[in-house]
């Protein structure tokens, strides 16, 4: 539900993480990070299409460090960082 949750909590920004693989769920350490806007206008398929766009842009960026394990990674502060995970929506009718 990446590309729903966000709309309807009514953000105005997201961003793409790439980032070390752990045990957690998008807990490793910080590689790269790319934040963009979103508008008024935008529906989850839009929202969906610039997750793609930016997360290919990173990884893009990053392949040939990645590839040779020559990359700076840094810790992620759990304050001010947001996670939508699986949730219910209750939509009464």
Do not use: C, W
Not at 4 to 11: D, T, Y
Not at 32 to 57: C, G, H, V
Not at 65 to 85: A, H, I, R, V
């Amino acid at each position: 539900y990446t590309s729903a949750i966000p709309l309807l909590q009514g953000e105005r920004r997201s961003g793409v993480t790439l980032h070390v693989i752990d045990p957690g769920i998008d807990t490793g350490n910080i590689i790269a990070q790319k934040e963009f806007d979103i508008f008024e206008n935008d529906i989850s398929r839009i929202l969906y299409l610039k997750y793609i766009s930016i997360d290919t842009e990173l990884v893009n960026e990053n392949l040939i460090n990645l590839m040779n394990q020559k990359y700076e990674d840094f810790q992620q502060e759990s304050q001010g960082s947001t996670y939508y995970g699986r949730i219910l929506l209750i939509i009464p009718i």
